[in-house]
């Protein structure tokens, strides 16, 4: 039972680069959500998405981009890095029914550093 | 909007004694409360949820947290600390069960240190 997996765990990127974070959940969750940590500001939410082809814009959403093209794959990308965007970033999932409802389901993180 | 406060980027407490660690929200509807836990190199798993039925919720590893809306805090509590809740400790906050379509909004988090 994987739950909610995230890829690649670790990445060091240059300024300028691009990469995708590809976030894969098999619960059959409506809701997906990127959330990054930085020390001392909690999590913060980048974009999430309601469904297969819907996404929307979180607290922090500039430099990243979504898509949702299948329902258990939610992808984070980054067009052009920034020492800035060097964080943790979180993936996570919720349903909206049965007993489990409110509960995030997270990831395990993909540290990324941006030098 | 809601909001979340954990007073305390910090908490040290010896194995043994009492864990408390403080969250105040603010909502402007009755609001769904969470606190997840955060092991190290690990993501959040969910300790415990409040949504309406009883104002003390019991959560895993002996946590509990008590609702109380006049003082609008949601504060987080252990009898007797054992060395393994050495971890980061978030409070969340949602106006909808579900967490809406926006998420939960979490509290900056309390590192909690168990000494020995």
């Known amino acids: 039972n994987a739950g909610v997996t995230q890829t690649p765990k670790f990445r060091v990127l240059k300024t300028g680069q691009s990469m995708t974070l590809l976030c894969a959940q098999d619960?059959?969750?409506?809701?997906m959500y990127w959330y990054r940590q930085d020390p001392g500001m909690g999590l913060r939410l980048i974009h999430y998405s309601v469904g297969e082809g819907t996404t929307a814009k979180g607290e922090v959403p500039d430099g990243y981009n979504v898509s949702r093209l299948k329902k258990q794959n939610f992808l984070l990308g980054l067009e052009s890095a920034a020492p800035s965007q060097t964080s943790v970033y979180f993936c996570?999932?919720?349903?909206?029914?049965?007993?489990?409802?409110?509960?995030?389901?997270f990831g395990e993180g993909s540290r990324l550093t941006v030098l | 909007a809601q909001s979340v406060t954990q007073l305390g980027s910090h908490v040290s407490v010896s194995e043994g004694a009492l864990v408390l660690l403080r969250c105040n929200y603010s909502s402007s509807v009755p609001p769904y409360l969470f606190w997840y836990v955060q092991y190290p190199n690990q993501g959040l798993q969910l300790l415990l949820k409040y949504t309406s039925a009883a104002t003390l919720v019991k959560g895993i590893n002996g946590f509990e947290a008590e609702f109380k809306k006049s003082e609008t805090s949601f504060h987080l509590t252990k009898p007797s600390a054992h060395m393994s809740d050495a971890a980061e400790y978030f409070c969340a906050v949602s106006d909808l069960l579900g967490g809406g379509a926006d998420g939960l909004t979490f509290g900056k988090g309390t590192h909690l240190i168990i000494q020995p």
């Open positions: 619960m059959n969750h409506e809701y």
């Open positions: 996570a999932s919720i349903t909206t029914s049965g007993s489990l409802t409110g509960e995030l389901f």
